[in-house]
């Protein structure tokens, strides 16, 4: 199914301005739809204030907030505007902690939500919790890309990071178009237990399944030669270079992820080219 429906959120027009780019040349190549809500975020706590300042200054903080989403709306409008896509641009604003639901109910009926990483320089807590809800509080396939990057390739190598996890089975069904149109598939298999089921033929049945739609996939086996399994895909994708990533989100506890970090996580931090994942 190609992506008619594209949602992308604006937290900071400055920073994700590469980001809405690249979602509007998604929107111009499968004849979509973008939407661009642009936010504007209350990060104060009332309950930090004593009680006569705390109205004043909680109104003053959502006034701020308010001007913060105008002024982003108005950035995006006029980036998008020379586009001849179907759009539209729409503000919101909320106090951090209602961000969730608000990125869910708006993204929950998109093909695609497009988001910049989470993490690294000039990004915020805002920014992960935006990723979090769009993944957890939807199924909807999010694609996110690189700083920097203002134009999503057209993928002609793609890799897929196969652990036969429904994550990573919902993230190959949700890049489909991509990969058909793609020219070079990788599934990429890292440390494969020894006692499993297609032990003989590591991603065989996925090829076989892929070699219905279309679509002709290798398969590379790969050794866990460094502590973390994102180290080990990052490098792969660099042999092959690679224009993108299919992967599944979160295959345990995101408390874990957390906590101790996992492949998840180190993508979004380490990735150099767009990841598409599913939940």
Not at 184 to 192: C, G, K, S, Y
Not at 208 to 213: A, F, K, Q
Not at 242 to 264: C, K, N, Q
Request: charged share 20%; net charge negative; proline share 6%.
């Amino acid at each position: 199914m190609p992506y008619k429906s594209i949602v992308t959120f604006v937290n900071s027009h400055a920073a994700d301005m590469p980001t809405v780019l690249a979602a509007a040349g998604l929107a111009e190549r499968y004849d979509g739809h973008l939407t661009a809500v642009c936010l504007g975020i209350d990060h104060t706590n009332a309950g930090a204030y004593y009680g006569g300042a705390s109205a004043l200054a909680l109104q003053q903080s959502l006034e701020e907030a308010r001007d913060e989403a105008l002024a982003n709306e108005k950035a995006v409008a006029a980036s998008l505007g020379v586009w001849t896509i179907s759009k539209e641009v729409v503000s919101l604003t909320a106090q951090i902690g209602a961000i969730a639901p608000l990125v869910g109910e708006r993204a929950q009926l998109s093909d695609l939500v497009v988001l910049p990483k989470p993490y690294g320089p000039g990004r915020g807590v805002e920014d992960v919790v935006i990723t979090e809800s769009a993944l957890f509080r939807t199924r909807v396939p999010i694609l996110v890309m690189p700083a920097g990057v203002d134009a999503m390739p057209e993928p002609k190598r793609v890799v897929i990071a196969w652990n036969e996890s429904l994550e990573a089975l919902a993230a190959i069904r949700a890049a489909l178009p991509i990969l058909q149109a793609a020219e070079d598939v990788d599934v990429a298999i890292i440390d494969p237990p020894v006692h499993a089921a297609d032990r003989s033929d590591p991603g065989g049945a996925l090829s076989e399944m892929l070699s219905r739609h279309g679509i002709r996939g290798n398969v590379s086996v790969l050794a866990k030669t460094m502590p973390r399994i994102s180290d080990v895909l990052c490098r792969h994708c660099e042999d092959r270079a690679t224009d993108l990533v299919v992967m599944g989100a979160y295959g345990h506890s995101r408390f874990r992820e957390a906590i101790l970090g996992g492949a998840t996580r180190n993508m979004l931090e380490v990735a150099t080219v767009p990841v598409l994942m599913a939940h």
